[in-house]
């Protein structure tokens, strides 16, 4: 069983939808949690950063953190085509009780794709 | 231009030659990365660095080599490549100054073994 589980969909939505990714974990250790968006033939860059359980908004999108469920979502209000990449979810250890040089190391999920079509 | 370069962006290759990827980046980041993205499979990290001449292995580490004689380059060695080894292949950096800093992500290098 991976450490972190992500539907890879793909996933297809209207314009306007409200879209929701999610991922489960089984490692009670991480503390930081992260979504990373992917535009075709392109890098990953941050999307939402949370730290713990609960909720961070930012504009159309919000990331909630359940640690007791070890689940995390990403919900996307008013989808826009614009939208449409490949949404990864990642997450790590504190850096207290990872120590030496496991500072930085994420865990991904397998990533989401999203279509959000006109 | 300030960021993170790989290159280069697009590789084709035989099985058994030895392939280079190049990874550069201008913030001074301690810590640089090498992952491997496949369907179904994710990123999975090859290896890490976390200061010029401190290297680690990460999740699949077999076949590569990394070398880190500069802060700013962490150059990806497949000494004799393979089929299985035809990736998409990602370079990062991470400021671990910051309990909040991102991965910085190269756009990639898109490796073909034939």
């Known amino acids: 069983q991976k450490e972190v589980e992500q539907d890879p969909g793909p996933l297809s939505v209207p314009e306007g939808a409200i879209v929701s990714l999610n991922c489960t974990y089984s490692n009670s250790a991480f503390q930081y949690f992260m979504w990373y968006r992917q535009y075709s033939r392109k890098g990953p860059e941050l999307l939402m950063y949370?730290?713990?359980?609960g909720n961070k908004e930012d504009g159309r999108f919000t990331a909630q953190v359940d640690k007791s469920s070890k689940y995390i979502s990403l919900f996307i209000r008013d989808s826009q085509p614009s939208d449409s990449a490949t949404y990864l979810c990642?997450?790590?250890?504190?850096?207290?009780?990872?120590?030496?040089?496991?500072?930085?190391?994420?865990?991904f999920g397998q990533g989401t794709i999203l279509t959000v079509h006109p | 231009d300030a960021g993170i370069t790989q290159s280069p962006r697009y590789k084709i290759t035989e099985t058994g030659r030895q392939v280079t990827l190049m990874c550069h980046q201008t913030?001074?980041?301690?810590?640089m990365f090498w992952y491997r993205q496949d369907l179904g499979h994710g990123l999975r990290l090859i290896y890490y660095s976390a200061a010029a001449d401190i290297t680690d292995k990460g999740e699949v580490p077999d076949g590569y080599v990394v070398s880190r004689s500069k802060t700013e380059n962490f150059p990806l060695t497949l000494e004799s490549a393979t089929r299985s080894q035809t990736s998409v292949y990602f370079c990062a950096s991470f400021n671990r100054e910051s309990y909040n800093s991102p991965l910085h992500f190269g756009n990639g290098t898109r490796l073909t073994v034939t």
């Open positions: 990642a997450m790590r250890d504190s850096f207290a009780n990872a120590g030496g040089t496991s500072y930085g190391k994420l865990t």
């Open positions: 949370t730290y713990s359980s």
């Open positions: 913030w001074s980041h301690s810590y």
